[in-house]
């Protein structure tokens, strides 16, 4: 299958420099694989970076900085392939990373996306925070992985070496198939960055695709390399797009819960239950907000009022007709969301977290 493995890049001269030769050397060995890198419009000097030491690298120069989101769709726009992978410049390869990726792919059809287990950099034993070996939900739409709970994280002993359908897998190393991707349209353009894999994950299952981590793949991620984890920004994007995910996705998985029923029947209870779970969640951002307030770190505390401020301005709610349709077509299977608050039992279970994390926990639609 014809593979692009495309970098969106901006601003990381230094990483393209030190991470870009052992990628171009471990997929010079995939057959019919090809590295493109597509620059948001960089300011420091890594176009002409690409220039003088990787003139040979195909390179789309943008004209403006269009975020994760806009910046992949644009240069898969430009680009023909069956396979595209998302990658970060701040990952460092191993040398068989991309095969494994590109076997799984060509011998489960029924997989819309898959991932390697995401190691950290510097620490290279443990999980890194951006993915580790896969992700989940929780009934409140908080991300967390098998690997990673919050801001603590797992050593990596084998525990999950055998390949795992997740929710969702990571955004800084990430295989899709070509046309799955241009049929749901592409990562949504709204989420600039942050999140955004996971909405297209969902919608990926939603659409009856699975996603898949292949641990005999493994790559090691700096992290931060574009926004560092203390950013006001970044935390405004990670509350913002958490609405927008779940405003996309939340009622049509409700509705394969109700989908024995009437199809309009099933939409109008899915909307309800919907709407009542996004307002719940609203309410424990506001007390975040709160306790931001509370210990003055005024700026986390306006980054979550504007996040919700401008996620009302921006919100695509879906309604009760295009649920019902939906369910009278639908094929899809949402696994992955945790019965549990993960906030709460993280509090409660300490370093026992991932131990006490069960099959039997996650609902399955």
């Not at 176009?47 to 040979?56: A, G």
């Not at 349209?185 to 699975?210: N, P, S, V």
């Not at 945790?338 to 039997?360: A, H, P």
Request: aromatic content about 12%.
């Amino acid at each position: 299958m014809k593979t692009a493995v495309v970098i969106l890049n901006w601003n990381t001269e230094g990483f393209l420099k030190e991470f870009l030769p052992g990628l171009l050397q471990s997929v010079s060995k995939v057959e019919d694989a090809e590295v493109i890198v597509a620059d948001n419009a960089s300011t420091d000097g890594s176009r002409q970076v690409m220039k003088d030491l990787f003139p040979d690298v195909r390179t789309l120069e943008f004209d403006r900085n269009y975020g994760f989101t806009g910046g992949y769709n644009k240069a898969f726009g430009e680009i023909e392939s069956d396979l595209f992978v998302l990658i970060n410049s701040d990952i460092e390869v191993t040398e068989n990373w991309l095969g494994p990726l590109v076997k799984w792919m060509e011998d489960h059809p029924e997989c819309g996306a898959c991932a390697p287990k995401l190691h950290s950099w510097q620490d290279r034993d443990k999980f890194e925070y951006a993915g580790a070996a896969g992700g989940y939900i929780d009934r409140y739409g908080y991300p967390f992985c098998r690997g990673r709970v919050l801001k603590r994280l797992e050593t990596d002993r084998g525990q999950y070496d055998a390949p795992a359908d997740v929710f969702w897998a990571t955004g800084a190393c990430l295989m899709v198939r070509s046309s799955l991707y241009r049929k749901l349209g592409g990562l949504d353009d709204r989420f600039f960055a942050h999140m955004e894999e996971i909405d297209l994950c969902w919608r990926m299952q939603l659409e009856g695709y699975k996603v898949t981590v292949v641990p005999e793949s493994v790559v090691y991620h700096v992290g931060g390399g574009t926004l560092p984890a203390t950013s006001p920004f970044k935390l405004y994007l990670n509350y913002r797009n958490n609405l927008l995910m779940l405003e996309n996705n939340l009622a049509k998985t409700f509705a394969l819960e109700f989908k024995s029923l009437p199809a309009e029947k099933a939409a109008a209870k899915a909307f309800r239950k919907a709407s009542a779970r996004i307002f719940l969640r609203k309410c424990l951002d506001g007390m975040s907000a709160a306790v931001y307030l509370l210990t003055l770190r005024l700026e986390c505390f306006r980054s979550v009022y504007k996040a919700h401020k401008d996620a009302r301005s921006m919100r695509r709610m879906i309604s009760r007709e295009e649920i019902a349709d939906y369910i009278r077509t639908e094929k899809g299977r949402v696994t992955g969301i945790y019965r549990k608050w993960i906030v709460l039992r993280s509090i409660l279970k300490g370093e026992g977290i991932f131990t006490s994390i069960k099959d039997k926990d996650f609902y399955s639609f």
